[in-house]
């Protein structure tokens, strides 16, 4: 290891330890639950309860779940999401899993979903182009589960709208997340791109959402932004209600005159 251990990394076996021993003194607690690499730490608790309190306490380990060139998925991993709808809009997780790797794909099935083996090995025969078929079951039932299957149409509909060319304006943008252009409070100098861009969580930052428009990846409606520093005015609307913002082919926000 190239770096040095932090104080926290260096005790933090001992802190999870503690941990198990207090949830056992306060709320009975029995059974710590970890993935394989939180083994040691569990062990450590298990024998600090013997130790302290005479408990007979217990771990249970599972073999992390890594993705195909050997990433582990978890809630630190670059990428991971969260599964409240405040925190990241049903689409976007919707998304998560449509952008599966092809070599992932039947192991989430299994994993991931209630869908019948037989049903897998059906859509792992699906090769080339057709393996996208089934990262769209893997998206829906996933998303179903987390979010209720209510959410599919607009999700689907938002899809057709954004990414097939659908020129009529009457695909839905209602699972997008969404921001309100205040036309009395804006209207004088409008709102920076950037600004909108980190407001609909499109970019981690403001730096980030500049670093997007200069490299052509923002655009509005279906027009590129040029200008890091341009604003979003009223005249941008035209006749519309709202205009849609994009990050790269599959993000997107809405921003709608209030």
Request: net charge neutral.
């Amino acid at each position: 290891r190239d770096a040095p251990f932090s104080f926290l990394e260096f005790n933090y076996m001992i802190l999870q330890a503690y941990d198990f021993l207090e949830l056992s003194r306060r709320h009975d607690a029995k059974l710590q639950l970890g993935g394989s690499d939180q083994w040691g730490n569990i062990v450590a608790g298990t024998e600090l309860g013997r130790r302290c309190d005479s408990s007979q306490l217990f771990g249970l380990t599972a073999p992390l779940v890594t993705t195909s060139d050997g990433k582990k998925m978890g809630k630190t991993a670059s990428g991971a999401v969260w599964l409240n709808a405040d925190r990241l809009p049903p689409y976007d997780y919707w998304q998560f899993w449509r952008n599966t790797a092809d070599d992932d794909v039947v192991k989430f099935l299994k994993f991931f979903t209630e869908l019948p083996l037989n049903t897998i090995a059906e859509l792992e025969k699906l090769k080339g182009a057709d393996i996208n078929k089934a990262k769209i079951v893997l998206a829906d039932e996933a998303t179903a589960l987390l979010h209720g299957k209510d959410c599919l149409k607009a999700i689907h509909d938002t899809v057709d709208n954004m990414f097939k060319a659908n020129k009529s304006g009457s695909g839905s943008t209602d699972s997008l997340p969404r921001i309100y252009f205040d036309t009395e409070k804006d209207a004088t100098d409008g709102i920076k791109f950037a600004d909108l861009f980190l407001e609909l969580k499109l970019a981690t930052s403001k730096k980030d959402a500049r670093r997007l428009i200069q490299g052509g990846g923002a655009k509005l409606n279906d027009v590129k932004i040029d200008d890091p520093n341009a604003s979003l005015t009223t005249e941008d609307f035209g006749d519309n209600k709202e205009v849609t913002l994009r990050a790269g082919k599959k993000r997107a926000g809405v921003v709608e005159l209030k």
